[in-house]
Every structure is written in structure tokens, then in C-alpha cells.
């Protein structure tokens, strides 16, 4: 009798997860925050609480240095926005640190056989940076940064982007972020995506009614979801 071929496993799905950076993955307002209070002292103002500046940290640097500088206007912003890239660069990851459940998410993806990658609009050298602070150079398989590409979120190519280094179509993909901006970027992209509840947004935004995939609470919903995704 000829010998029946074993049938090849089917290969995991989704086939990689995407990550936004700041607000999903890794708590970096503490020193964010830090870097905004160290402009504020130079130019002889009082720093702000964390509690202030921590719903804006998804929003970027310029939403970050709108609101410790209300009275001046975008030109001087844009002037300020240097000096603060080199300030939170020089202490990239003193305070920061992974959410609750990250790190057993991201081995659960690995041990499922995917990959993972972050897609995000913090400059792509900070972001290497925060990488590194973290332990995951060696295990995050794709980086595209706010800077790697001419478009960035709410744009859906940077995820097309990282899915094309990955040798995948979009639709292999899952995507999950904070912002809203993450959202539409994700399902633009043909991803399904998922809202990080416990990420930064300002008290009168309402994540719940973003048209999201899922919204997940935390990381251990996310692995929910995932392992429930329809092929």
C-alpha cells in the first residue's frame, strides 16, 4: 500500500500581530512627561503632574508641548519640538516600562509561531530606543516608524509597510493600538484591530464607540481575540 503523506500543519493565524508603541505596548509617559518637565523648568515654569500630560502621550510631541505652552502658537512649538526630542532621548526608558500582561502576550504569540512587530508613529530611532530599553530587539520582527515612510497613521500604509517586510498580505495581519487614529489606520489596511482599553486618551474620548474589531481591556483579552480570529 503506498504510505499516505502526512497532511502539513496549517500554519498559525493570524500570521503576525502589529503593535502600536506608546500606549500599548510599553507605559512611556513617565518619561515623556519627564522630558516635557525638564522644557518647562528651562523656560522658568513650574512642571506639570503626570496626570495632566498622560492622556496626550498617544497624541505625540506636539500635543504634549501644546499643552505645557498654551500661549504660544505653532511656529514656537514646532522651535520647542527639537529640544524635546533630545531631552526625553537622552533618558529614553528610566521609567518606562511594559503593561500589565505584555510580556506573557508576546510570548504567547511566539510560541504560537507568529511574529510581531510595531507600528508607530514615534520616530523610528526613539522607538528602536524604547525597543532596546525593553529586552525585544532581537524578538521584534518589524519597526515602522512615524518617519520611516512619507505617510504615517491615521494613513494605512505604514501597517501595509510592515506587513510587506514581513513577506504578508495586510489581511494576515492584526493590528492593535490605543488612538483612535490606530483604528482607522488598522482597518483601512484590510487588518483586524484592536482597541487597547488601558492605553492614553483624554476623558472625553470614547473608545468604546470606535469601530473597532474588539475592544480589549487588557492584554490577556487581546490573546482572547486572537485565538477566536476567523481565517
Same mark, same amino acid.
Given at each position: 500500500m503506498?504510505?499516505? =503523506?502526512a ?17 500599548? !505596548?510599553?507605559d512611556t ?9 525638564? #522644557? ?7 512642571? !506639570? ?8 502621550? &498617544? ?7 501644546? /499643552?505645557?505652552?498654551?500661549? %504660544? ?5 514646532? =522651535?520647542?519640538?527639537?529640544?524635546? !526630542? =533630545?531631552?526625553?532621548?537622552?533618558? #529614553? ?11 506573557? @502576550? ?8 507568529? /511574529? ?17 530599553? +525593553? ?7 518589524? @519597526?515602522?516608524?512615524?518617519d ?7 494613513? $494605512?500604509?505604514?501597517?501595509? *509597510?510592515?506587513a510587506?517586510? !514581513?513577506? #504578508? ?21 484590510? +487588518?483586524?484591530?484592536?482597541?487597547? @482599553?488601558?492605553?492614553y486618551?483624554e $476623558? &472625553?474620548?470614547?473608545?468604546? *464607540?470606535?469601530?473597532?474589531?474588539a *475592544? ?10 486572537? %485565538?477566536?480570529?476567523?481565517?
Open positions: 503506498k504510505p499516505v =503523506a497532511a502539513s500543519p496549517r500554519p498559525c493565524w493570524p500570521r503576525a500581530v502589529l503593535f502600536d508603541l506608546d500606549g500599548t !505596548l510599553v509617559a513617565p518619561d515623556l512627561a519627564a522630558a516635557v518637565n525638564r #522644557l518647562l523648568v528651562e523656560e522658568g515654569f513650574a512642571p !506639570l503632574p503626570l496626570a495632566v500630560l498622560r492622556p496626550l502621550v &498617544s497624541k505625540g510631541g506636539r500635543a504634549l508641548l501644546t /499643552r505645557a505652552f498654551p500661549e %504660544r502658537d505653532d511656529a514656537a512649538i514646532e =522651535a520647542l519640538l527639537p529640544r524635546f !526630542l =533630545a531631552a526625553y532621548a537622552d533618558a #529614553l526608558t528610566v521609567l518606562s516600562r511594559p503593561f500589565a500582561g505584555i510580556e506573557a @502576550l508576546l510570548a504567547g504569540i511566539e510560541s504560537a509561531g507568529a /511574529r510581531w512587530g510595531i507600528v508607530t508613529n514615534k520616530p523610528e530611532a526613539l522607538a528602536r530606543g524604547v525597543i532596546a530599553g +525593553m529586552g525585544w530587539s532581537a524578538r521584534c520582527a518589524v @519597526l515602522v516608524g512615524g520611516s515612510l512619507p505617510l504615517r497613521k491615521p494613513d $494605512p500604509a505604514p501597517l501595509r *509597510h510592515a510587506a517586510l !514581513l513577506g #504578508l498580505q495586510a489581511v494576515e495581519c492584526v493590528y492593535v493600538g490605543d488612538d483612535a487614529r490606530d483604528i482607522v489606520a488598522g482597518l483601512a489596511a484590510g +487588518m483586524p484591530t484592536a482597541a487597547a @482599553l488601558w492605553g486618551r $476623558p &472625553s474620548e470614547q473608545p468604546e *464607540h470606535w469601530p473597532a474589531s *475592544h480589549c481591556a487588557d492584554a490577556a483579552a487581546v490573546a482572547a481575540w486572537i %485565538r477566536v480570529l476567523p481565517r
